[in-house]
């Protein structure tokens, strides 16, 4: 089976992602979107990443999603509402035992993944790591973090994990990754919207705890609904600590509403009202706090879906 990283998505992860393996001597290919953004890349030189202001090319190889050859290994770097058209698009290219990793946060998009593909193993990733693009081509690692993975169809670590400790990606095996992923969807639903209406940093919001503390008392009710009894634990007072842990900064669901930028809301607080629906459970602050942040989004001209 060939050790290739094939990466969908050269954006801000993606980018991290494959300059990492690159760095280390792993085979990476990038897919980027369509012939132009090819002839773009290829026009640059490669992709750069600014790591504690050393700047550093890698001349990564990449094609688009019409090339041909087998993948066997891929890394699904695209944003959430994107990952599973672009994946349908690769799949009569993936090979029989292929595996899927899914940076995307939030959840939901890793179902899409996995019904396009469903022979293929998908292991689900929780990062929080941070990068983001400076130029078309060039990515700064602005944030050391750590990674979980994990894939709740099966514990077994994949063969390629130990590729991640060499190319310097902090990462554990979790076999309680979807516990991991909902905890960080309750935290950032309780947070990242609030930050956009209220239009503030995160430590903005240590003026309207009453509120962040209705929607952590509904998120509790609906984690321990939803099976996920120990992703509600002490959820108050975690949300308060990263208020406080990153008052001055501003939320990815805020920086993507400053930049006109299509979010992930869907993904996020628009999951967990879906789910609370599909229980049954009552979640009115949720429910009105996904309004107002919808109808925010539309008064900017921006998708709310
Ligand atoms: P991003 O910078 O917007 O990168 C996404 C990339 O996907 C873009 O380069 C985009 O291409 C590409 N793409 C979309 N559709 C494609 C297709 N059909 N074929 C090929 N490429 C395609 O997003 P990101 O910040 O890396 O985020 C990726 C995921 O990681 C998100 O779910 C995010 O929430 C999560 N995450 C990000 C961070 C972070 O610090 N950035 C941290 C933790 C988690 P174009 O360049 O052509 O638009």
């Known amino acids: 089976m060939s050790s290739t990283w094939h990466i969908l998505g050269a954006g801000s992860l993606g980018s991290l992602w494959a300059c990492r393996l690159a760095r280390a001597g792993k085979p990476v290919r990038l897919i980027l979107r369509d012939q132009q953004r090819l002839v773009d890349y290829q026009r640059g030189g490669g992709l750069a990443l600014v790591e504690h202001d050393n700047l550093r090319q890698y001349a990564i190889p990449a094609e688009t999603a019409n090339a041909n050859g087998p993948i066997h290994r891929l890394l699904v770097a695209c944003k959430a509402y994107d990952a599973a058209p672009a994946v349908a698009q690769l799949a009569p290219r993936l090979a029989l035992g292929a595996e899927l990793v899914l940076l995307q946060n939030g959840l939901g998009s890793q ?9 293929a193993r998908c292991v689900f990733a929780s990062s929080t790591e941070g990068a983001f693009r400076e130029d078309a081509w060039q990515v700064r690692f602005a944030g050391h973090g750590f990674n979980w993975l994990g894939d709740p169809a099966n514990p077994s670590v994949p063969s390629w994990f130990a590729d991640l400790h060499d190319a310097g990606i902090p990462a554990q095996w979790a076999l309680d990754i979807p516990t991991r992923l909902w905890r960080k969807l309750a935290l950032n639903c309780a947070i990242n919207p609030l930050t956009v209406l209220h239009d503030c940093q995160n430590g903005g ?16 009710g609906l984690l321990r609904r939803c099976g996920q009894p120990d992703a509600a634990t002490d959820l108050h007072e975690d949300v308060q600590r990263v208020i406080v842990a990153t008052a001055a900064n501003y939320s990815s669901m805020y920086q993507d509403v400053r930049h006109g930028r299509r979010t992930e809301v869907h993904y996020l607080l628009g999951h967990a009202c879906r789910a609370a629906s599909r229980h049954g459970l009552a979640v009115p602050h949720l429910e009105r706090l996904q309004q107002r942040l919808v109808d925010n989004l539309r008064s900017r001209g921006l998708r709310s879906d």
């Open 205 to 220: 919001l240590l003026g309207h705890l009453a509120e962040v503390e209705q929607l952590c008392d509904e998120l509790v």
């Open 111 to 119: 179902d899409e993944v996995a019904e396009q593909v469903p022979h």
